[in-house]
């Protein structure tokens, strides 16, 4: 068959299951006074169209920021006040102010959902196809495969279309951001990245990977010449697209900074819920959030985030090949996720998405970190009412990867690139650490089946009412710490040439 | 190594080029493992899963009013006595299947009382619990096991041609991927909720069976089938006659005709006596308490009207559709008086009957001579001059799709029973790709108005579009080249049109409230077009075969 058909069917199976899980329940649904995300994402539009562009960051009469204020960036306002006007056209009632608060219904759930999936079609998904055709290697089936597992990551799905946000929007830009790279169209790369960058302020944990990537391409070209027309180029890009997205609030000085604080709330703590990063596994030892002033925190995580993502920024500086960009990727937001200051527990699919990519190239701890990350949202799916697709869907997701993309076959030393592990761990008793890989793989996805049973069916002791959130919750991070070690081991230590020379040989 | 990567090479036919093309060839070693190998049947269970998945996924969609059919059937068989299961009548929606359907709901209501003993009570109408959704859809996902089992059997008999090519490309991974994914079961089952899949397993299973030359499993696996649903008595003509002139009688003279000196009275004995010892098995103890008038009277309700609230898109709905012309052409020419029409009703979600105003009405025996007349031929085709298993599967076929095309109250769920068996014969020959092309686009989408919820529409646009176009690219890439005639596709593009008026340019104009029947009508008369229209080629097709073998005897 030929691969438009074949992605063609790929893509439509992905939409499927996407609506499929729309039609379950969705953060919020029906629990006054506050409700969830998806009411936060209505209240915007509502804001938005009745609302002057200057009073959207501010608390007044008409708009009060304790209740779901806008606290992302421009553009994602632009896009809720597109929404509202389409909502407008079709039942007023859903944007009516203040009215509408609290809104929910058959059809306005319909009309969100639409808006999500229309979002994923135009962005994230064409993105998906051109990045598996273009930019991964391998037959034409190998990238259909590729396509088809990239679609079927259940965290995205169950965030985007179970509980209700707008994430491929952001990630979709910022892949379209790494495609367009890839290519070597450098401007429209960096083009992208600031629409996502302007759409989610959480796209910082990929922004320094960009930097370097762009940068050390100029220093490639040579500062001097070719290299300075590039980033002059590049800077001027990048400084036009955020003057264009900021421009009503441009005017006053005052509209900026109320925006900057909407978006950085650095009075809110280290973390809040249980999520799977260093400050709340740490809590479970040492109390940090009681011990240290809100100010040392700040610093303290900054300091740590900044350590972790310093080697691979450094390598992919000096080294920006597609590859390293990729892993810095995965490597900086992963760090990010982990280190840095009011992280929540969504924003896992940031690392997830770079991890997406390396799903041709490694696909065991590809798949096991994309399970990891949506295992790590478990609490969140069970308080939305989402048991049946998250189940569902990372069965799905972990049959179809594994079988498809070969991922037991791909399991050698070599090709998982252990090689510097050997060295590590030169008193290590001899032994295969690629059958030790798998062995560890099923372990942890049956301790994830085991704790997902246990949190669905066990009532926890009265004295730990949230000990299975804090269980999963560390046992995610210790996924995470691995494999960040792991991601960073093979960019920094791996040179990829040599070794696709090697197997060239050997083949 | 140069010979392993030969060897590599033909399994898959990758085009050379693309191995050779430099960086990439370290990744293509990771392709040969990604592509199973057609002969390690690795491929089926993950086809199969897959769409367990999918199937699964969709548990919390909506669900039609025979989910409370089957809840109710449940209740009745588990806490009523044998004696009362035909008589209960507490809900409207009454047991009205055989009792070996009765038996299996008997047992399934054993699993049933471990996820929530209400669903148990027969006084709980409508009763839709969390768990008792997932425990019915579960069921439905669980017995597909059959149809997935009898899918397999079906691939192993599937004839094929020498020749390697890779796995996408072979007749029987086609085969599996056309019924195991097929839109109308998926919909059908999966979310407007009946157990067919279950039911069409042990229909194929046993077809396969009969293409095995295993003809007494097939018998038995039929004569179970009928007393499970006895909506297959449509295609029990094909069995009867192919059963006693290729089984019962073991020799043919020269000519092909019957030689009626080869009659084997031991075989007809064997079949006879699984017949009646099923169906004992199944009414006896029905008949022991004298109930079997009740229990037919369920089985066969002729009360209910010609053409369902929707109709099924056959002979009679254009039939209605003349008749509605006519009388509106009557009225504006001022040759019919409009008060002594009767009031056609068309627009009723009720079972009731449509009274025509021009042409005659019909009554049940007319469409039951009418059924009779157009599978007449095939049968005596079949009988005249068999032409073994397949011969058989092709009269079954027409069967089927003659007793949709003149039954009485026909359901459109029933074209199934056409499409899925027919898709055997639609991976062998090319010109059964064509017709079956045809019947599925315009069948499934016929289905279309079982989903008539929001919600829902996306997904069966997107189930359909998915099988479509995996049907259609399939298929001309295994006959190599366009299975159909312009008109043809200009008909199945029309479909896309008729799709964008009735759902979604149709509720928006002000006739929505005043005609709210215009895009069922128009649905089912545009679907009775192509359903129509691949009946009489499957039948040229077979009278085709019928002229060229006198020929070859000539």
């Known amino acids: 068959m030929e691969n438009w058909s074949l992605v063609s069917i790929c893509v439509l199976f992905g939409l499927t299951a996407r609506w499929a899980v729309s039609l379950n329940s969705y953060s919020g649904a029906g629990k006054p006074p506050m409700f969830g995300d998806y009411e936060a994402q209505r209240h915007w539009q509502e804001v938005t169209y009745n609302l002057p562009v200057h009073e959207w960051y501010f608390n007044t009469t008409d708009n009060n920021l304790n209740y779901w204020g806008l606290d992302y960036p421009p553009l994602t306002a632009y896009h809720s006040l597109l929404c509202a006007h389409v909502a407008k056209l079709i039942n007023p009632d859903w944007v009516e102010l203040h009215a509408s608060r609290g809104h929910e219904s058959y059809g306005h759930k319909l009309f969100m959902r639409a808006t999500v999936l229309v979002a994923d079609l135009l962005i994230y998904i064409p993105a998906v196809v051109l990045y598996s055709f273009y930019l991964s290697e391998g037959s034409n089936k190998k990238k259909v495969c590729t396509v088809l597992c990239i679609l079927l990551y259940p965290g995205l799905i169950l965030i985007d279309y179970g509980h209700f946000q707008y994430n491929s929007i952001s990630l979709g830009l910022a892949l379209w951001g790494v495609v367009v790279l890839g290519l070597g169209w450098d401007v429209l790369g960096s083009l992208a990245f600031v629409l996502s960058l302007n759409y989610k302020q959480m796209e910082l944990y990929h922004s320094l990977p960009f930097f370097c990537y762009l940068l050390g391409k100029c220093f490639k070209q040579g500062l001097a010449g070719r290299g300075l027309f590039l980033l002059v180029k590049i800077a001027v890009t990048v400084l036009v697209t955020f003057a264009l997205c900021w421009l009503p609030f441009l005017s006053d000085p005052g509209q900026i900074l109320q925006v900057v604080h909407r978006l950085f709330p650095v009075g809110r703590g280290l973390f809040e819920d249980k999520v799977a990063n260093t400050w709340c596994s740490l809590n479970v030892l040492i109390k940090i959030k009681t011990i240290l002033s809100t100010d040392t925190q700040l610093y303290f995580s900054l300091t740590t985030t900044l350590l972790a993502i310093l080697p691979s920024s450094i390598k992919l500086l000096m080294k920006p090949t597609l590859w390293q960009f990729k892993l810095a990727l995965v490597n900086s937001s992963l760090a990010f996720f982990l280190f840095s200051f009011q992280v929540h527990e969504k924003s896992i699919l940031l690392p997830a998405l770079p991890v997406c990519l390396l799903l041709n190239d490694l696909p065991l701890p590809a798949i096991w970190f994309l399970q990891a990350s949506t295992f790590s949202m478990l609490p969140l799916f069970l308080k939305d009412g989402l048991l049946v697709p998250y189940v569902v869907t990372s069965l799905a997701f972990l049959f179809f990867s594994i079988y498809l993309l070969s991922a037991f076959e791909h399991c050698s030393e070599d090709k998982l690139r252990l090689g510097p592990y050997r060295r590590l761990l030169i008193c290590m008793p001899r032994m295969d650490l690629g059958r030790v890989t798998k062995w560890k793989f099923y372990f942890s996805i049956t301790a994830m089946a085991g704790l997902s049973f246990m949190s669905v069916s066990l009532a926890p002791p009265d004295q730990l009412p949230d000990l299975f959130p804090l269980l999963v919750s560390v046992f995610s991070y210790l996924h995470f710490l691995g494999l960040l070690l792991y991601f960073n081991i093979v960019q920094i230590a791996e040179p990829p040439q040599s070794v696709r020379k090697n197997q060239k040989k050997s083949n | ?554």
């Open chain 2, 1 to 554: 190594m140069c010979y392993l990567y030969v060897e590599v090479q033909s399994v898959l036919s990758i085009p050379p080029r693309l191995i050779h093309r430099g960086q990439a060839s370290v990744y293509d070693t990771g392709c040969v493992m990604a592509t199973p190998r057609a002969d390690d049947w690795s491929w089926f269970p993950a086809l199969a899963l897959g769409v367990s998945f999918l199937k699964c996924i969709l548990i919390n969609a909506y669900h039609s009013t025979d989910f409370e059919v089957h809840r109710n059937w449940l209740a009745i068989t588990h806490s009523l006595p044998v004696s009362k299961w035909y008589h209960e009548n507490t809900s409207e929606w009454t047991l009205d299947y055989p009792p070996l359907f009765a038996w299996f709901e008997y047992s399934l209501s054993h699993v049933a009382q471990h996820f929530d003993k209400e669903m148990l009570v027969v006084q709980n109408l409508i009763y839709t619990s969390p768990a008792t959704i997932l425990f019915q859809r579960l069921s439905v996902i669980v017995t597909d096991i059959v149809f997935i089992y009898a899918v397999k059997e079906c691939c192993r008999s599937v004839r094929e041609e020498k020749g390697s090519k890779d796995l996408l490309g072979h007749p029987f991974f086609i085969l599996a991927a056309l019924l195991l994914w097929n839109f109308g079961l998926l919909i059908v089952d999966h979310i407007h909720f009946q157990y067919n899949g279950f039911l069409f397993g042990i229909l194929l299973l046993s077809v396969a069976r009969h293409l095995q030359g295993r003809h007494l499993e097939g018998a038995l696996l039929f004569t179970v089938l009928l007393n499970l649903k006895h909506i297959y008595l449509y295609i029990a003509p094909a069995y009867g006659i192919f059963l006693l002139r290729s089984y019962c009688f073991t020799k043919d003279n020269t000519d092909g005709s019957v030689r009626w000196s080869s009659f084997s009275p031991v075989r007809l004995v064997a079949l006879g006596s699984i017949v009646i010892s099923v169906g004992a098995l199944s009414f006896g103890p029905f008949i022991a308490m004298g109930q079997l008038p009740q229990v037919l009277s369920r089985l066969f309700p002729f009360k209910r009207g010609l053409c369902h609230a929707y109709w099924a898109p056959n002979v009679w709905a254009l039939y209605n559709m003349v008749d509605k012309a006519l009388s509106v052409l009557g009225v504006r020419l001022k040759l019919l008086d409009v008060a002594k029409l009767p009031k056609a009703s068309m627009t009723g979600g009720l079972v009731q009957e449509f009274q025509h105003s021009i042409l005659p009405s019909v009554s049940p025996s007319i469409t039951l001579i009418c059924t009779l007349l157009s599978i007449m031929p095939a049968v005596l085709s079949i009988w005249c001059r068999p032409r073994g298993a397949r011969g058989f599967l092709r009269c079954l076929v027409i069967c089927a799709l003659g007793s949709f095309m003149f039954g009485w109250h026909v359901h459109e769920k029933a074209i199934l029973m056409a499409i899925l068996p027919f898709s055997i014969l639609a991976v062998e020959s090319r010109e059964d790709a064509g017709i079956f092309l045809m019947l599925t686009t315009t069948g499934h989408y016929s289905l279309f108005p079982l989903l008539f919820t929001a919600a829902e529409l996306p997904i069966k646009v997107l189930l359909m579009l998915l099988f479509t176009l995996y049907s259609f690219t399939s298929l001309k890439k295994l006959f190599r080249g366009s299975l159909l005639n312009p008109l043809e596709t200009t008909y199945l593009l029309g479909l896309v049109a008729v799709e964008i008026l009735c759902e979604v340019v149709y509720p928006l104009s002000p006739w929505q409230h005043t005609l709210p029947f215009v895009p069922l009508l128009v649905t089912s008369v545009y679907c009775s077009l192509g359903v129509s229209y691949s009946f009489i080629r499957l039948y040229v097709s077979l009278l085709r075969q019928h002229g060229t073998d006198k020929h070859k005897q000539l």
